[in-house]
């Protein structure tokens, strides 16, 4: 009978041995054998299936390990078709192979590998009842011994973070039983569901389970999928919610870059889109019943001033920030939140909510009140009101961030009190590519061009006077640039910064803006370019990579850097101010307050 050298094939038993018996005869009957059969018995060790799994790798000397339970019969022809899938497929960390049932003739077997199968068809994740593994490719992944059950679906999204895939051939066929008695079943899918809770703490909703009450096909079915949710809910995954939404812009880096952070670290997070939410309230009249009398009077109000054509956005903020924190409380409630990480300053009045069940952190991207103040569309008494609102959302959050840690001078400077600071600055990309120096010199700005902060004026000088490509998904308004050379739309890949040599920043000299950050110049920095920035805003964190320029003396400042080794000396800067200011380094102090 022919053998594979580089094939060992691991059966896991636990006081089975009858079961046991006929998964070894199957083996003995196949068409090829592999090298070496390792038979784990996890009671007689004392270890539990993870730890016996992990045993396993530890003891194998093949290149390829394989691996099935002790109630499976293997097809004839298993070995063999295991052992060529994953021979031909050089770049697949495992194969998984079909599973049929055994005692199909039992209802309750039934209902349980529907379920299965349904499960498995969506996530083709991996099943160590039927497995194949590549050890050459495996490494340093193991799988988690603090699992009992799911350590194989642990072991693939493991393998999902680190971009290495797998493939699926139905030609591995094992024959396994379900458990056949109703009893058994409840018993086992109530586990089931304690340890699916797990998983979702650990990888979040990587299969979309719901915690709703459950679709189902017959009395059974309804029984073990209702057994399993109880599981669930007994041992329910808290999340840490990020509320925010998505602008295709900076509120969306930050977002995804905290989340990022969280998820690769195991930790179970989930998003509320405040602006998608808030929508979906204000368009229904379902809710009416829910927010009562906050939203039958922001839609009177609305329909009151669209019909006399007034700006509804100043007029109608308030209410909007009111009926939002009661959006946002009623979603965080409901999901058992345990940390909820407030990104948009239209919703900060939810750390104003008293008796909480969950934490806040407010990570404000500036001082919202002065933003408004700055702002000539908003009125003094509405600017007055969100002042007083953010005094108390800064004592009564649980933490404070801002998105650059300036903004906690400035806040002092208006005698606003902070509790419990955190500082989470924003953070620099990992690129592939910097930039490299060119005699003939590319200027890069970007970012939103009609906003009073940009310093239109500024813009348009520097824009006659030399040339600078401008990306923004704003189009220049005509009241404020009669024509701006150079504008280019929307940048469709990041990656094009590094065809350019200095970052262009400007900016107005209100003391917001001077004493602040723009996200656009730790993306300057990410891709190794010297920051042009306006002298009246000093960062003595950034000085290194940045070049002064006042109005008058940008021409002089642009042909100075035109010096090879002066432009150098900047680029090595940014790159080292890139790797310092990394989000992996700004965002630490996240993990803090969580492990608190």
């Known amino acids: 009978m022919p053998t594979f050298k580089n094939l060992t094939l691991a059966v896991l038993t636990y006081q089975r041995p009858q079961a046991l018996k006929k998964c070894l005869e199957s083996i003995s009957l196949q068409t090829h ?27 194998c000397q093949t290149k390829y390990l394989a691996f099935v339970d002790d109630d499976c019969i293997l097809d004839k022809h298993w070995v063999k078709n295991a052992y060529d899938s994953i021979k031909t497929s050089p770049t697949s960390t495992f194969i998984v192979g079909k599973s049929l049932l055994l005692n199909k003739q039992n209802l309750v077997a039934r209902v349980q590998y529907q379920n299965y199968l349904r499960w498995f068809k969506t996530t083709r994740t991996l099943d160590t009842k039927n497995l194949i593994l590549n050890l050459s490719l495996l490494k340093d992944i193991r799988f988690d011994p603090k699992l009992k059950i799911f350590e194989d679906v642990d072991l693939g999204l493991q393998l999902k973070l680190r971009h290495q895939v797998g493939n699926y051939n139905p030609k591995m066929v094992v024959y396994h039983p379900e458990v056949d008695t109703i009893f058994g079943a409840i018993k086992k899918n109530f586990i089931r569901g304690q340890y699916k809770a797990n998983i979702t703490r650990k990888w979040g909703e990587y299969d979309g389970y719901s915690t709703t009450i459950p679709s189902y096909i017959n009395l059974p079915d309804f029984v073990l999928k209702l057994s399993f949710l109880l599981g669930y809910l007994k041992n329910f995954p808290r999340p840490i919610h990020i509320v925010n939404y998505d602008d295709h812009g900076a509120n ?31 368009a229904s009249r379902r809710y009416l019943l829910v927010y009562g009398l906050p939203l039958l009077k922001y839609r009177f109000l609305k329909s009151y001033y ?21 959006i946002i409380d009623r979603i965080l409630r409901k999901n058992r939140t345990t940390l909820a990480i407030i990104q948009n300053p239209e919703d900060m009045l939810v750390a104003n909510i008293p008796h909480r069940p969950y934490q806040t952190l407010y990570d404000s991207p500036t001082l919202f009140f002065r933003e408004l103040d700055l702002n000539d569309r908003y009125f003094k008494k509405t600017v007055s009101w969100i002042k007083s609102a953010e005094t108390r959302v800064y004592l009564n959050s649980d ?3 801002f998105h650059w ?86 940048l469709p890949d990041e990656q094009t910064i590094s065809d350019y040599q200095l970052g262009l920043i400007t900016l107005s ?25 306006p002298a009246w805003r000093h960062d003595p964190l950034l000085s290194s990579a940045t070049i002064y320029y006042n109005e008058t003396n940008i021409k002089e400042i642009l042909e100075k850097y035109r010096d090879p080794l002066l432009w150098q000396k900047k680029h090595l800067a940014a790159i080292e101010l890139s790797k310092k200011l990394s989000w992996n380094n700004n965002l630490s102090n996240l993990l803090k307050i969580i492990h608190e």
Not at 34 to 59: M, Q, Y
Not at 259 to 265: D, G, N
Not at 509 to 533: E, T
């Open 405 to 490: 840690y300036t903004y906690f001078q400035l806040a002092r400077f208006y005698g606003l009190e902070v509790s419990h600071p955190l500082t989470l600055n924003w953070g620099c990309d990992d690129v592939t590519s910097v930039a490299k120096f060119s005699s003939k010199t590319k200027i890069i700005h970007l970012g939103k061009l009609n906003s009073y902060w940009v310093n239109p004026e500024l813009l348009t000088a520097i824009s006659r006077s030399s040339k600078v490509d401008i990306f923004s998904y704003e189009k220049p308004d005509p009241s404020l640039y009669q024509k701006l050379s150079g504008y280019k739309g929307f």
């Open 252 to 282: 969306s880096k930050r977002l995804t870059k905290v989340r990022e952070f969280l998820t690769t670290r195991h930790y179970f997070v989930k998003t509320i889109d405040s602006h998608a939410e808030f929508q979906k309230v204000i």
């Open 399 to 401: 933490f404070v961030s």
């Open 33 to 59: 054998q592999p090298n070496k059969i390792l038979v784990i018995d996890s009671f007689k060790l004392k270890k539990n299936i993870p730890e016996c799994r992990n045993l396993a790798i530890k003891k």
């Open 306 to 326: 669209e019909s006399r054509q007034l700006d509804i956005v100043p007029r109608l903020l308030p209410l909007t920030m009111i009926l939002k924190s009661k």
């Open 509 to 533: 000299k209100d003391d917001l803006r001077s004493s602040g950050f723009s996200a656009k110049y730790l993306l300057y920095l990410s891709y190794g370019l010297p920051v042009l920035c």
